[in-house]
């Protein structure tokens, strides 16, 4: 599991010099008789086609590694599910600008999906399938950080938030669909590329939800997002990406990219699965088809949405929201979405009576 945080710069180990940048090695996240395949070397500078390590030359110059909480507050927790053959780092772009807005994000590799179990099937196809159940994984994980037993959890004690309405779940994909099971755990909801919340909780009444798609994922269509909108109860709020697909909330449209993808590159350093995750690790990837947009306007659609969200209920803060039907504008003009829905005018609450929020 993998916790992220607001840093205090003053809590660096030498006095005006910024400590070693956050990276991750591909090579944990798969099983070690194929990690062996990828080499050490890096893959700047090489043409596609290359076996070479993505994850050598990327590093995450605004994340450092070895810094201490920062000394004062009570941050807002954000819980991030990934997607089918995803990893526990591999949005790390958006996690980071997250974080840089004052929320603790906790991502986790999730067992039967992940991609070192999807990789460890396909190469040994005769061991026992591992139990895939993502959503009671991020239970369990939610009951850990109420009790915080684990000794690596006890800086967040009093500064991580306890109450449901300021606690976020997002998900990717498979973790989307997750995610909009979970509204009696968190007060803020974020499925991206999978549908809406599914069930209104009564004993929890204040759910707000923010429907992320993109318009041209051809892994799951936006009609889903579309209809997981209209079923989901207000506080809601709907946003279509233009010009991108599947991937756009991810880090593999970017990890790689000059030597055609992670896929390929698995693929040439001899790890065959590369064939089969390829459609699905290159939908939306602006070296596959030039139409699509870049991955940095993807990263900047979510994390502008859903900071706006987030921050709307998580720490009553409505500067952000105030501008969300404007932040298409703002973020570079209309091809940047496509569509945008909201529903703000009440929110059910038990006796089905109290106006939870208006419009600003």
Request: proline content about 6%; hydrophobic content about 40%; charged content about 20%.
């Given at each position: 599991m993998?916790?992220w945080?607001p840093?205090?710069?003053r809590?660096?180990?030498?006095?005006g010099?910024?400590?070693?940048?956050?990276?991750?090695?591909i090579?944990?996240?798969?099983?070690p008789d194929?990690?062996?395949k990828i080499p050490?070397?890096?893959?700047e500078?090489?043409?596609?086609?290359?076996?070479?390590?993505?994850t050598v030359?990327q590093?995450?110059?605004?994340?450092?590694?070895g810094?201490?909480m920062?000394?004062?507050?009570?941050f807002?927790l954000i819980?991030f599910i990934?997607g089918?053959?995803g990893?526990r780092?591999?949005?790390?772009t958006?996690?980071?600008?997250?974080v840089s807005?004052?929320?603790?994000?906790v991502?986790?590799?999730y067992?039967?999906?992940?991609l070192?179990?999807l990789?460890?099937?396909?190469?040994?196809?005769?061991l026992?399938v591992?139990?895939?159940?993502?959503?009671?994984?991020?239970?369990?994980?939610m009951?850990?950080?109420?009790r915080?037993?684990?000794?690596?959890?006890?800086f967040l004690r009093?500064?991580?938030?306890?109450?449901?309405?300021?606690?976020v779940v997002?998900g990717?994909?498979a973790?989307?669909?997750?995610?909009?099971r979970?509204?009696?755990l968190?007060?803020?909801?974020?499925?991206?590329?999978?549908?809406?919340?599914?069930a209104?909780?009564?004993?929890?009444p204040i759910?707000s939800?923010l429907v992320?798609?993109a318009?041209?994922d051809?892994?799951?269509?936006?009609?889903g997002?579309?209809?997981?909108?209209?079923?989901?109860?207000?506080l809601?709020r709907?946003?279509?990406?233009?010009?991108v697909?599947?991937?756009?909330?991810?880090?593999?449209?970017?990890?790689?990219?000059?030597?055609?993808?992670?896929?390929k590159?698995?693929?040439e350093c001899g790890i065959?699965i590369?064939?089969?995750?390829?459609p699905l690790?290159t939908?939306?990837?602006q070296?596959?088809?030039?139409?699509?947009a870049?991955?940095?306007q993807?990263?900047?659609?979510i994390?502008?949405?859903?900071a706006a969200v987030?921050?709307?209920?998580?720490?009553?803060?409505?500067?952000?929201?105030?501008?969300?039907?404007?932040l298409?504008?703002?973020l570079g003009g209309e091809?940047i979405?496509s569509?945008?829905?909201?529903?703000?005018?009440?929110a059910?609450?038990a006796?089905?009576?109290?106006?939870a929020?208006?419009?600003?």
């Amino acid at each position: 599991m993998e916790i992220w945080f607001p840093a205090d710069r003053r809590s660096r180990r030498v006095e005006g010099k910024k400590n070693e940048p956050c990276s991750w090695d591909i090579r944990q996240f798969v099983p070690p008789d194929q990690a062996r395949k990828i080499p050490d070397t890096g893959c700047e500078g090489l043409p596609e086609g290359s076996c070479c390590n993505p994850t050598v030359d990327q590093v995450y110059p605004e994340c450092e590694v070895g810094l201490e909480m920062a000394a004062e507050g009570v941050f807002p927790l954000i819980v991030f599910i990934h997607g089918t053959g995803g990893w526990r780092t591999n949005s790390a772009t958006l996690v980071h600008r997250w974080v840089s807005r004052g929320f603790v994000v906790v991502s986790a590799d999730y067992p039967g999906i992940c991609l070192n179990d999807l990789v460890s099937q396909f190469t040994n196809p005769f061991l026992p399938v591992p139990n895939t159940d993502q959503e009671g994984d991020t239970r369990g994980i939610m009951r850990e950080l109420d009790r915080l037993s684990f000794p690596g959890l006890q800086f967040l004690r009093d500064r991580g938030e306890t109450n449901r309405v300021r606690r976020v779940v997002a998900g990717h994909s498979a973790g989307g669909f997750v995610a909009g099971r979970l509204p009696d755990l968190f007060g803020v909801i974020v499925p991206m590329a999978a549908a809406g919340t599914y069930a209104w909780d009564p004993n929890h009444p204040i759910t707000s939800t923010l429907v992320l798609g993109a318009e041209e994922d051809g892994i799951v269509n936006p009609r889903g997002q579309r209809s997981g909108y209209e079923t989901t109860d207000p506080l809601k709020r709907l946003v279509i990406a233009a010009d991108v697909g599947h991937q756009f909330c991810s880090d593999l449209c970017w990890l790689g990219a000059a030597q055609g993808g992670i896929a390929k590159i698995a693929f040439e350093c001899g790890i065959a699965i590369g064939v089969i995750l390829g459609p699905l690790a290159t939908d939306g990837c602006q070296y596959v088809d030039p139409s699509f947009a870049s991955v940095q306007q993807g990263w900047s659609v979510i994390s502008s949405y859903s900071a706006a969200v987030m921050e709307e209920l998580t720490r009553c803060d409505l500067r952000m929201t105030a501008r969300v039907p404007f932040l298409q504008d703002q973020l570079g003009g209309e091809k940047i979405v496509s569509e945008f829905l909201q529903e703000i005018i009440a929110a059910k609450t038990a006796e089905d009576s109290v106006v939870a929020h208006t419009d600003v």
